[in-house]
């Protein structure tokens, strides 16, 4: 084997002892009282909904993977156009990513009820038991991604030992066990947020607007279609999300540093691990973190935040201290600046969740002046929403463009020369700030998962009638899990934006390695001047200029503008089919109002089961277009446009995608937290004009904030992984 160093092992022990945590923190939670009767009816209606989807979309996605990996197989063995490995690392991508989906919903839940249990005996227990049950979905995450990056890395070292540009290919190869993470995680996210959405909808037109009874009354026949959707959407959805961030940032940086330190053989090793060390001490810190949050009986939603932000802002301070140390230990060339690179991607990480918590937290002005809207009904509601929501996105735009050039300039010596070795040098400080911004993923994504599992408790305590004590507990933990989730949306989309722009770079040497294989298979590119071009010795520049990427050539800039329109599209599919599902919903809560005698004096049962029927198979059939058409796009655009034309494809789609999620995600939170507000008893509070106002605002944001918007974290990605997977077709056309 290559010379590996003694300290990569760190990355295989941090990964199981993530898991290992994982499974104590499910174990203690498993061990705590689901409630009562009722309660643990509730819990095992949401549970059978929640699984029965899984089950039948992981059916779904299956045939997709079973099709997709025999493509891969005919160009790798038949067209020779691709590694042979990239077929088995594509399966293994998407099903390590399913996996984390499916043990995080799984503990969800199991949570929600006992969380809800848990609120009868104090804030502090129902705190502890939902946020490190969330734990549990960000330690399966970093240790399934951790395990699986590992794991490629010591099977390809073996078997390229010794070859030239061994460890190039092998960076470039891992790269694309990404676009199976990306696939499956797109399959979850947007067939999670259609399925959610369909119930959510449904249940707020109906049941809070028309006929005027409590969210999550159990007397709304939609009302465990809602809770089981919180759970496939926003658990086994964000996972699959997140899981392809934090593998794609990793391998991204690891093959941009192969080609960054390539002359240097003792350095490139060490850069190709470094980002790997730093996500694994991140896991560690991660865990010292889940340890520090609680909270007291009483406490105020500032006391809440502030007990999230004291586990998540002590996990980030130590990594960073702790990049300086692993950077300097490695030895890396310029380690200070790249440990600043590091800091970049964090700062830009927590002022994004700042930002996002501003502009969606009924605490702030914005989301204040929303619900004071209200009071002149909800097409001020609406305007007043969608312009928080367009202005919402300057800080995070600005913030990520800093962060870019900061890391850039920090990792280079802040030379701005474009020679080759600085652009090189700068491309691997922008990955490595990715890294450091999802280094301590453990934690901010149990942050996220805590959201849905306090709202599932929320429920569960309304369903079962607790009382008005136990209820303003749970609306408590209810209402910081609305600003959680938004938060971590921002903060999902933030380092989505900074990987997709190290997979671009990661694009360019994908499209090398392909060029070098064709010309050991006897094809010869030329020049402009008809002089023959050599791969293997050109630099990124030199790449450039041979593909003529500038903004004169018209290829770029038709590629641009089919990536800006890719993103607007498929959130206008994904809406549409949202609206689809939604009004089936409708319609069969208005039929069992009307139908079942005694629904809504509480004297019968609802048919929750026709339910979670709906919202089952629209989502599994209203998500197969847009997931077709991400995976099409990049393919028919490198086929058509060639190399120019993809670059172009994905610069268009990652700065109109980027800046459109958030304008979705933050509206939509906005608009969720001004009707909470709303019910707090302000403006009139429960079944006011203000109210009915707020919810129809509330109802418009949801596929904004839980569909859409947060899918396009995964299109941008995912176009890249496709792009890299494909690249060597686009160079089969040239």
Same mark, same amino acid.
């Given at each position: 084997?290559?010379?590996?160093?003694?300290?990569?092992?760190?990355?295989?022990?941090?990964?199981?002892?993530?898991?290992?945590?994982?499974?104590?923190?499910?174990?203690?939670?498993?061990?705590?009282?689901?409630?009562?009767?009722?309660?643990?009816?509730i819990?095992?209606?949401v549970?059978?909904?929640?699984?029965?989807?899984?089950?039948?979309? +992981?059916?779904?996605?299956?045939?997709?993977?079973?099709?997709?990996?025999?493509?891969?197989a005919?160009?790798?063995?038949?067209?020779?156009?691709?590694?042979?490995w990239?077929?088995?690392?594509?399966?293994?991508g998407? %099903?390590?990513s399913?996996?984390?989906?499916?043990?995080?919903?799984?503990?969800?839940?199991y949570?929600?009820?006992?969380?809800?249990?848990?609120?009868?005996?104090?804030?502090?227990?129902?705190?502890?038991?939902?946020?490190?049950s969330?734990?549990?979905?960000?330690?399966?995450?970093?240790?399934?991604?951790?395990?699986?990056?590992?794991m490629?890395?010591?099977?390809?070292?073996?078997f +390229?030992?010794?070859?030239?540009?061994?460890?190039?290919?092998?960076?470039?190869?891992?790269?694309?066990?990404?676009?199976?993470?990306?696939?499956?995680?797109?399959?979850?996210?947007?067939?999670?947020?259609? +399925?959610?959405?369909?119930?959510?909808?449904?249940?707020?037109?109906v049941?809070?607007?028309?006929?005027?009874?409590?969210e999550?009354?159990?007397?709304?026949?939609?009302?465990?279609?809602?809770?089981?959707?919180?759970?496939v959407?926003?658990?086994?959805?964000?996972?699959?999300?997140?899981?392809?961030?934090?593998?794609?940032?990793?391998?991204?940086?690891?093959?941009?540093?192969?080609?960054?330190?390539?002359?240097?053989?003792?350095?490139?090793?060490?850069?190709?691990?470094?980002?790997?060390?730093?996500?694994?001490v991140?896991?560690?810190?991660?865990?010292i973190?889940?340890?520090?949050?609680?909270?007291?009986?009483?406490?105020?939603?500032?006391?809440?935040?502030?007990?999230?932000?004291?586990?998540?802002?002590?996990a980030?301070?130590?990594?960073?201290?702790? &990049?300086?140390?692993?950077?300097?230990?490695?030895?890396?060339?310029?380690?200070?600046?790249?440990?600043?690179?590091?800091?970049?991607?964090?700062?830009?990480?927590?002022?994004?969740?700042?930002?996002?918590?501003?502009y969606?937290?009924?605490?702030?002005?914005?989301?204040?002046?929303?619900?004071?809207?209200?009071?002149?009904?909800?097409?001020?509601?609406?305007?007043?929403?969608?312009?928080?929501?367009?202005?919402?996105?300057?800080?995070?735009?600005?913030?990520?463009?800093?962060?870019?050039?900061?890391?850039?300039?920090?990792?280079?010596?802040?030379?701005?020369?474009? &020679?080759?070795?600085?652009?090189?040098?700068?491309?691997y400080?922008?990955?490595?700030?990715?890294?450091?911004?999802l280094?301590?993923?453990?934690?901010?994504?149990a942050?996220?998962? +805590?959201?849905?599992?306090?709202?599932?408790a929320?429920?569960?305590?309304?369903?079962?009638?607790?009382g008005?004590?136990?209820?303003?507990r749970?609306?408590?933990?209810?209402?910081?899990?609305?600003?959680?989730?938004?938060?971590?949306?921002g903060?999902?989309?933030?380092?989505?934006?900074?990987?997709?722009?190290?997979?671009?770079?990661?694009?360019?040497?994908?499209?090398?390695?392909?060029?070098?294989?064709?010309?050991?298979?006897?094809?010869? %590119?030329?020049?402009?001047?008809?002089?023959?071009?050599?791969?293997?010795?050109?630099?990124?520049?030199?790449?450039?200029?041979? %593909?003529?990427?500038t903004?004169?050539?018209?290829?770029?800039?038709?590629?641009?503008?089919?990536?800006?329109?890719?993103?607007?599209?498929?959130?206008?599919?994904?809406?549409?089919?949202?609206?689809r599902?939604?009004?089936?919903?409708?319609?069969?809560?208005?039929?069992?109002?009307?139908?079942?005698?005694?629904?809504?004096e509480g004297?019968?049962?609802?048919?929750y089961?026709?339910?979670?029927e709906?919202?089952?198979?629209?989502?599994?059939?209203?998500?197969?277009?847009?997931?077709?058409l991400?995976i099409?796009?990049?393919?028919?655009?490198?086929?058509?446009?060639?190399?120019?034309?993809?670059?172009?494809?994905?610069?268009?789609?990652?700065s109109?995608?980027?800046?459109?999620?958030?304008?979705?995600?933050?509206?939509?939170?906005?608009?969720?937290?001004?009707?909470?507000?709303?019910?707090?008893g302000? %403006?009139?509070?429960?079944?006011?004009?203000?109210?009915k106002?707020?919810?129809?605002?509330?109802?418009?944001?949801?596929?904004?904030?839980?569909?859409?918007?947060?899918?396009?974290?995964?299109l941008?990605?995912?176009?890249?992984?496709?792009?890299?997977?494909?690249?060597g077709?686009?160079?089969?056309?040239?």
């Open positions: 084997m290559t010379n590996i160093p003694t300290v990569f092992w760190l990355v295989p022990v941090a990964s199981i002892v993530a898991l290992l945590m994982a499974w104590y923190f499910f174990c203690s939670m498993m061990k705590c009282d689901e409630g009562t009767p009722r309660m643990r009816e819990a095992r209606y549970r059978e909904g929640a699984m029965a989807y899984l089950k039948q979309q +992981y059916k779904v996605v299956c045939y997709v993977f079973i099709a997709l990996a025999i493509i891969f005919f160009m790798a063995y038949v067209l020779k156009v691709q590694n042979p990239v077929p088995v690392a594509f399966l293994t998407g %099903f390590f399913g996996l984390a989906g499916f043990f995080g919903m799984k503990t969800a839940t949570a929600s009820g006992r969380t809800a249990n848990a609120a009868r005996q104090g804030l502090d227990k129902g705190l502890s038991i939902a946020f490190r969330g734990a549990v979905m960000g330690l399966v995450v970093v240790g399934l991604g951790l395990l699986d990056i590992a490629w890395f010591l099977i390809l070292n073996y +390229y030992e010794g070859e030239p540009m061994g460890l190039v290919t092998i960076t470039t190869t891992m790269l694309t066990f990404g676009m199976g993470a990306s696939t499956q995680a797109l399959f979850a996210r947007v067939g999670g947020g259609i +399925y959610t959405k369909a119930a959510d909808v449904g249940a707020d037109i049941g809070k607007v028309e006929a005027d009874i409590p999550d009354d159990p007397r709304n026949p939609a009302t465990i279609a809602d809770n089981v959707g919180d759970n959407g926003d658990v086994a959805g964000m996972g699959a999300d997140l899981y392809e961030s934090y593998c794609g940032s990793i391998l991204s940086t690891a093959a941009l540093g192969a080609t960054a330190f390539a002359m240097t053989p003792d350095v490139q090793i060490k850069a190709i691990i470094a980002p790997m060390i730093i996500a694994a991140g896991i560690f810190l991660s865990i973190g889940i340890f520090l949050v609680h909270t007291k009986e009483g406490a105020t939603m500032k006391n809440l935040l502030n007990s999230l932000a004291l586990g998540t802002n002590t980030a301070l130590l990594i960073a201290i702790a &990049s300086f140390v692993i950077l300097y230990l490695l030895g890396i060339s310029n380690w200070i600046g790249l440990s600043f690179s590091v800091i970049s991607g964090l700062v830009a990480g927590v002022i994004i969740g700042q930002a996002t918590e501003y969606t937290s009924h605490s702030y002005r914005p989301t204040k002046k929303i619900a004071e809207a209200g009071q002149t009904g909800s097409a001020t509601v609406i305007i007043k929403g969608i312009g928080t929501g367009m202005i919402s996105t300057c800080i995070p735009v600005l913030t990520i463009g800093i962060a870019i050039m900061l890391s850039y300039l920090c990792a280079n010596g802040f030379d701005m020369s474009l &020679s080759a070795e600085s652009i090189s040098h700068g491309l400080g922008i990955g490595i700030a990715a890294v450091g911004m280094s301590t993923l453990g934690i901010t994504l942050t996220d998962a +805590y959201g849905p599992i306090a709202d599932n929320g429920g569960n305590a309304e369903m079962s009638e607790l008005e004590d136990i209820r303003h749970t609306d408590a933990l209810d209402a910081l899990g609305n600003t959680t989730a938004a938060t971590g949306k903060f999902a989309i933030g380092s989505a934006a900074l990987t997709a722009l190290a997979l671009l770079a990661s694009y360019v040497e994908e499209v090398k390695m392909a060029m070098i294989h064709a010309v050991q298979g006897g094809q010869q %590119f030329f020049d402009s001047a008809g002089k023959i071009f050599d791969p293997s010795s050109a630099t990124m520049p030199d790449f450039m200029n041979f %593909f003529q990427v903004l004169m050539n018209p290829t770029v800039l038709v590629g641009a503008f089919i990536g800006a329109m890719a993103a607007f599209l498929f959130c206008g599919l994904t809406m549409e089919a949202v609206g599902a939604a009004q089936k919903m409708v319609v069969e809560v208005r039929r069992q109002f009307k139908t079942i005698a005694g629904i809504l004297k019968a049962t609802p048919d089961g026709r339910c979670v709906i919202s089952t198979k629209a989502a599994q059939h209203e998500m197969i277009l847009p997931a077709f991400a099409v796009i990049p393919i028919v655009v490198g086929c058509v446009l060639g190399v120019a034309g993809v670059l172009g494809l994905l610069v268009g789609g990652l109109a995608g980027f800046t459109l999620a958030v304008f979705m995600a933050n509206a939509g939170g906005a608009w969720d937290n001004a009707k909470k507000m709303v019910e707090e302000n %403006f009139g509070g429960k079944g006011s004009f203000a109210h106002a707020t919810i129809v605002g509330d109802t418009v944001g949801d596929p904004f904030k839980d569909t859409s918007g947060p899918s396009l974290n995964i941008i990605k995912l176009m890249s992984m496709v792009s890299i997977v494909m690249a077709l686009t160079v089969a056309f040239l």
